[in-house]
């Protein structure tokens, strides 16, 4: 089943077909009134925005008002390195009856592409892989193509947009750091592994884990995921929570499976939403329904003030206008 699902998706986008369209723009109203507005979307603006991520992310990390997020994100990595080891423990131990605690394997599509997983927590490892973005996305374009929809077929391409921007971020903060991961580092004894920053080229690729366990790209690559589609379609209340839980899930097996430290966590999360966010935001057109509560408990209205004179009395004069 979980194989003829996978097919499905993987060529739902060549079910859709192109629609001619005279419209420039489409406005979509939410539960609550607001409205969002989009353009008709081009695909170059996939390969466009990625490098404009990375500098949006760089300038969200310095900028004041976001300075807490900044601080909490870099304080909860220094914090949690200590405990990696015994929390990394914890989790093979958890994971160890359920068979969690065993390397991933997958099927091959033709021999190449690892794209069938073969049990339930290769599954669940896949969840932030790639290819499991690709797919939603392609179930988006089609959705977009069949209905001339204009913010499916936005949402598709920032999904493909944030794909390329994160595993640029994520492959270029791990070759600076290079941070062992558990696998490594439990064959050679480093206990909460050895940071090896900027290890040469030849190195990183012929050792992989030994460099490449910080951040997540994984958890960066759903969390984006999740932010583009939860920020396009706010109505849809479940996409969040189903999603974290299952993004929760999924950090929880690699950790038992020796893939990552949970410190690797943290700057994973603010790479997905930041990159997420910028990608979905720069393409919506946010109309805000106008609040009348203050309309209502404070009228508006203008007051003018007057006296009149004759010759027995004067008299005060107030007019109100509203």
Do not use: C
Not at 46 to 62: H, M, N, Q, S, W
Not at 299 to 321: A, Q
């Amino acid at each position: 089943m979980l194989k003829l699902t996978s097919w499905f998706l993987l060529f739902i986008p060549l079910l859709g077909f192109s629609q001619i369209s005279k419209e420039e723009t489409q406005t979509f109203y939410l539960d609550n009134g607001t409205a969002y507005t989009y353009k008709k979307p081009k695909l170059l603006e996939v390969i466009k925005y990625a490098p404009r991520d990375l500098a949006e992310l760089g300038k969200f990390t310095l900028q004041k008002e976001n300075l807490l997020w900044t601080s909490l994100t870099f304080g909860s990595t220094v914090a949690l390195i200590p405990f990696d080891q015994k929390l990394l423990e914890n989790a093979m131990e958890l994971g160890e009856p359920i068979g969690w605690n065993k390397d991933a394997t997958y099927d091959r599509l033709f021999g190449v592409l690892e794209l069938f997983p073969r049990d339930i927590n290769a599954a669940v490892y896949f969840l932030g892989n790639g290819v499991t973005t690709l797919l939603i996305g392609g179930t988006f374009y089609s959705i977009g193509k069949i209905n001339n929809d204009f913010r499916a077929l936005n949402t598709a391409n920032e999904l493909v947009e944030i794909l390329i921007s994160t595993g640029l971020t994520t492959q270029i903060l791990k070759r600076i750091s290079g941070r062992q991961s558990p696998s490594a580092a439990i064959e050679s004894g480093n206990a909460g592994g050895h940071w090896t920053p900027f290890p040469s080229f030849k190195s990183f690729q012929t050792e992989t884990p030994n460099y490449d366990a910080f951040p997540s790209g994984h958890v960066a690559t759903m969390m984006a995921t999740i932010t583009v589609i939860s920020t396009n379609y706010p109505d849809a209340k479940w996409v969040k929570p189903i999603g974290y839980s299952l993004m929760g899930l999924m950090a929880f097996e690699m950790m038992s499976a020796r893939v990552h430290w949970i410190s690797d966590y943290p700057l994973a999360i603010l790479i997905g939403y930041v990159i997420g966010k910028n990608a979905a935001n720069r393409r919506i057109d946010k109309n805000f329904k106008r609040d009348l509560t203050d309309e209502i408990i404070k009228p508006r209205f203008k007051t003018n003030f007057g006296f009149t004179f004759d010759s027995e009395f004067k008299m005060l004069k107030v007019t109100v206008v509203f």
